[in-house]
């Protein structure tokens, strides 16, 4: 520590003293809050919306508005906010990260920054993993800021449009992370404005912070609509890693990695990739060959191939790195993703880039077509968007540069209510798993004969399910807690701390329920309450007997050493294993925890099983004798240093190219809504219009050119044939030879104008205005659409630019904003053409084109979080919207091939001429 830390104290010691003067001031108007009666402290609210209304400031409300938040809770939980959570509630409100660890009242501490910031009626959105417990805080946080005057709505996938328009509307709404990006990426996918459900994203409260916007901020949100269909091949293609064996050992430049067993493809499992050896190379043609997928005598990568080389590789990734009831369950003839950091299922979520297919290709399941990329973001970029936002956890400070560096988010570490009495012990390293297992089936008996609970946390369903076997051939009674157990788990999690109770979970991140020591008993009277079996004097009297025999539960807890974690691992983030750590001694109780880890466990196998191996054998250690010594424990956390830094450049990859793209989808959405928001669109139509004539004109009738230079007929000749404007320029030139490049860009102008103009004459301006907007929507989304899946393949091979020495980055951007502008051409010559050549007989058939257009819009619509590499776009969603009969819309051209003349008469070739936009 250095001196002036010394003096002044660190950063969060001086802001910690800064907020404790408001906490004092909070305190001193506790007395005159508890005076008041139950509707004087209600009229508080209406009092300080009108002084905010009258602009004073939400932080001069802020102790007020805290004090009656305080007072409110007292009267409606019987619950009193700490002074700490007082501290945690002006740490969020100023928006910054609050770590408060496990059973310190985060979901309480909420409402106070909830309940000021909703005041400006702008809107809070309290941001959860799951909707389990959005519903869960939604209900129980609601009665409080239904009794304090606000309103509270839930936000759950699946809703209906108006439940999702009404939960929004609300003064504090609640919802998961994927729900409310999936939100705001479909606002941006509507026809009419009345349609969106967000408003401006004003502040958000993040739960679990470091879990949504680190963990899960590996990959962007996707909403993808299908793609072509090659179902046979991927059951074909999964036939071949059957076939290849995998190689051992890799040769090194160095010369120190020897190939010890050859092999036909190497997989490394830190960068979870498979590669294809040379002798694999030729094994594989040789099989596809055979198979008829490849012609005699031709090569993978040729251009004609370049398809099967991509489902190869997803077959092989799928069989050498994806295993089941690890990285993924089966389910009603599904293949459904578990989240690595959580062990929960995520339904309806699918990985890209075929990789999914491939897995059920696999399983032998049913196969679902692969997918385009309808829209897509980051959460990085979806969070950034709030005016506000700030996060709690129990866990943030190991990653507080992160949180700054990408979000502008600081990390404050608020001191618990209590002081920890958690005991963490030395890991155990053993040399086998089955050492381990032993191990640890010797600590778990000792704890269930003395009567301690136990909490076995896993790192994945496969790894509980073994321990599960292992415990119930001991004798041992237990409960599993993993993601195949979803209706259980509160019921589980409520009784965790009983005498001699025992649960293996897998992950314990976000599972947001309490473990008290000797059990739950308001879980245990919910369920009760809940069984229509009892009448009430038995639920009443059930309910009593809980309560007296539960002091007597949980001194006997207590006496025994309190809650005991046991980990069966390491996990790669250090702090997931805090998270499960945390578990124990809540609110200054007794608890302790201690992992046992073998030489085969990932982390271990992967960064530091050959050193502690070679030093057990050099120790002639006997069986079942652990290593537990500081050095290991050191040498695991700077395995897991690594392996978070990894994923913090991954994370920052993934920004830094997303970011490319967030520029352009901020001003493709902006252009939208103000689509959306314009009652009159004339003037855009008319400046796209006359942008595009004058392009035309300037391609036959250059800028200050002589007439020599001039190809009039040519120019006639397009006009006439692609746009549908019929203009005499031959016969104008005739009459007047002193005809400037101007004066005939001016006629030509007029007379596109004539042509328009006649259009809505038949119709009103008001009708054909709505079928210009939904002309305009539908050629903006579906480029974009395009555009994305251009990005994405662009994405896939930048990285070679490295080998001829230029920066991938500088290249993706340059190539990026070119693709841009090329786009932006290609929406304004596709809405001229379209607003140009409609033929329109009545008010009726523009109402048809209207809804025709809106009814084909999204179609097989997925929405999915993972690895961002969607395929390339069908065919039948870039075709051309079907317009309604009678409104057909008319090129007048025969189809032309690439490298023919182009029709216009410029003698160029179409590629070079009209083929460019087309």
Known sequence: MSLLTQIFGSRNQRLLKQYQKTVREINALEPAMEKLSDAELQAKTPAFKERIANGEALDAVLPEAFAVCREASKRVFKMRHFDVQLLGGMVLHFGKIAEMGTGEGKTL???LPAYLNAL?????????VNDYLAQRDAETMGKLYNWLGLTVGVNLSQMEHAAKQSAYASDITYGTNNEFGFDYLRDNMVFEARDRVQRVLNFGIVDEVDSILIDEARTPLIISGQAENHTDLYYKINEVPKMLTQQIGEETPDGKGQIEVPGDYTKDEKAHQVLLTEAGHEKAEAILVKMGLLPEGASLYDSANITLVHHLYAALRAHSLYFK??????????VVIVDEFTGRLMTGRRWSDGLHQAVEAKEGVKIQNENQTLASITFQN??????????????????????QEIYGLETVVIPPNRPSARKDKQDQVYKTNQEKYNAMLLEIRDCYERGQPVL????????????????????????????????????IIAQAGSPKAITIATNMAGRGTDIVLGGNVENQIKFIDANPALSDADKAAQAQALRDGWQALHEQVVAAGGLHIVGTERHESRRVDNQLRGRAARQGDPGMSRFFLSLDDQLLRIFAGD???????????????????????????SAQRKVEARNFDIRKQLLEYDDVANDQRKVIYQQRNELLEATDISEMIQSLRHGMFTDIVREYVPEESVEEQWNIKGLEAALAGEWQVQVDLQGALAADASLTDDEILDKVLAAADAVY??????????????????????????????????????????????????????????????????????????????????????REEIDAAEAAMQA???????????????????????????????????DGAPRIGRNDPCPCGSGKKFKACHGKLA
């Open 757 to 842: 103009q006649a259009k809505i004459d038949i119709v009103g301006k008001e009708a054909f205005g709505g079928f210009e907007r939904n002309v305009m929507l539908q050629s903006v989304d579906s480029h974009w659409r395009e555009h994305l899946a251009a990005l994405d393949h662009l994405r896939q091979g930048i990285h070679l630019r490295g080998y001829a020495q230029k920066n991938p980055k500088q290249e993706y951007k340059r190539e990026a904003f070119e693709l841009f502008g090329q786009m932006l051409d290609m929406i304004k010559n596709e809405v001229v053409r379209h607003v140009m050549t409609v033929r329109i007989q009545s």
């Open 325 to 334: 009831d690890q990285h993924y369950v089966v389910q009603n003839n599904e």
């Open 856 to 890: 084909t819009h999204l179609e097989n619509v997925h929405y999915q979080h993972a690895d961002f590499n969607p395929n390339a776009a069908p065919e039948e969603l870039l075709a051309p919207t079907a317009a309604a009969p009678g409104a057909q819309i008319d």
């Open 120 to 128: 400006s009626g702008k809107g809070v959105h309290i941001v959860t």
């Open 611 to 637: 050193r502690v191996r070679a030093v057990m054998d050099r120790l002639k250690m006997p069986e079942g004798e652990p290593i537990e010594a500081g050095i290991v424990s050191r040498s695991i956390e």
């Open 382 to 403: 979806y969070f950034r968007m709030y005016a506000k936002l700030a996060g709690m956890t129990g866990t943030a400070d190991t990653e507080a540069y992160e949180f």
């Open 109 to 111: 501490t909420a409402t």
């Open 456 to 491: 076995v946390g896993t790192t994945s369903i496969e790894n509980s399910e073994l321990l599960s076997g292992i415990l119930t051939k001991g004798g041992l009674p237990h409960n599993v807690l993993n993601a195949k157990q979803h209706a259980r788990e509160a019921e």
